[in-house]
């Protein structure tokens, strides 16, 4: 057994550049061209309706092209909005499959539940390089597609500690999401939960087994599968850490990735590029959604960090040849930016 380092940092950042140029502006009131682009959707996401739901399916693609072009017009980032894989979805299915309901249902009452939390303690030394990134180092393992399934809790806490393994190890094991979503008595398994709980789950069992041996099948099953004797590894704690960009920038350079909870809404029509929503576009008291933050780094005198997502590779940034990537503002070499908040952060 060893202790691990793990972090679950409740956030919401303004989110800032650009890699692709915009699609082309379609008119939003020709239906004709309308209805070509939502072909060439079908066509690029294998999306197959019947007869009943393909007209509702259309409309519900009006309505996202509409409102993507709407946070692009408003945005003061460089990111680009428009047709995603979730360009078919209505705002409430999106939050039921891809965000966290459990999390967006109690934003007002959750991180009261955290405050018993070990705060860690400053770190003694706050200077880092000027871009880190731990992809590059080999402590991140590949994207993966939590599907129908809000399961975003569970992938951020496994891959913190994927990470921390490979830092003990130097060897990168991808580990069992599914364990947390079958076992965890206190989450709510494709229906959300909270990263804290997660840690306290992994602790209960003993450990985590890996993804080959549990794996991931984006539903809750109705029996835990948890064998004690093929845990792969063991967390004995975690904490929160402060949510300051300067020490949110040391600490990532200099111990681990960390978890951040996120306002995920602009996300469903996010395809590329740094957000930076207006300030009162992006609430800060509405954490709907889990990532890990990976990497930090300057661009064009802009600096941001990077996170990992769980949401497949058709979908956000293609980064070192990945997709589900985001980029936001940061780190903070001034006081924090617009749409940051209060934040809650864990580590183990």
């Known amino acids: 057994m060893f202790r691990l380092a793990l972090v679950c940092l409740a956030l919401s950042y303004s989110l800032v550049l650009s890699e692709i140029d915009p699609e082309e502006d379609i008119d939003l009131e020709d239906e ?24 509702t399916r259309f409309q519900i693609f009006v309505q996202n092209l509409k409102e993507a072009k709407r946070i692009q017009e ?53 200077s880092c390089p000027r871009y880190w990134d731990w992809r590059r180092r080999g402590a991140v393992t590949a994207v993966i597609n939590q599907r129908r399934c809000s399961a975003g809790w569970a992938f951020g806490v496994v891959g913190n500690i994927e990470a921390l393994l490979y830092l003990k190890t130097k060897v990168l094991r991808s580990l ?9 008595s206190w ?42 004797t093929r845990i792969i590894t063991t967390i004995r704690t975690y904490q929160n850490i402060r949510p300051y960009e300067h020490e949110m920038a040391a600490w990532l350079s200099q111990r681990s990735p960390f978890i951040v909870t996120i306002n995920g809404f602009y996300l469903k029509h996010y395809r590329t590029g740094i957000i ?10 509405t954490l709907n959604h889990v990532a890990l933050v990976v990497a930090y780094n300057t661009c064009g005198g802009v600096n941001y960090w990077t996170l990992k ?27 924090p930016r617009t749409c940051s908040t209060s934040s809650h952060s864990h580590q183990g």
Request: charged share 25%; with cysteine.
């Open 276 to 285: 930076r929503p207006r300030v009162g576009q992006c609430s800060s008291y």
């Open 32 to 55: 004709t061209k309308l209805r070509s682009q939502f072909e060439d959707f079908k066509v690029k996401y294998d999306k197959e309706y019947d007869e009943q739901d393909e007209e």
């Open 309 to 335: 997502n769980s949401w497949g590779t058709q979908w956000g940034m293609n980064v070192s040849g990945s997709h589900s990537y985001i980029r936001t503002r940061g780190p903070g070499l001034s006081a």
């Open 74 to 126: 408003q945005d003061r980032g460089t990111a680009v909005y428009g047709v995603t894989k979730f360009s078919d979805l209505s705002d409430e299915e999106f939050q039921t499959y891809y965000l966290n309901p459990v999390i967006s249902n109690n934003n007002d009452t959750w991180p009261e539940e955290v405050l018993w939390t070990e705060e860690s303690g400053r770190l003694a030394n706050l």
């Open 176 to 184: 069992s999401v599914q364990e947390l979503l079958d076992c965890d």
């Open 187 to 228: 989450d709510r398994g494709c229906r959300g939960g909270y990263p804290y709980n997660a840690f306290n789950a992994i602790m209960k069992l003993g450990g985590l087994m890996s993804s080959i041996r549990y794996r991931y099948r984006a539903r809750r099953c109705s029996r835990c599968s948890f064998v004690r």
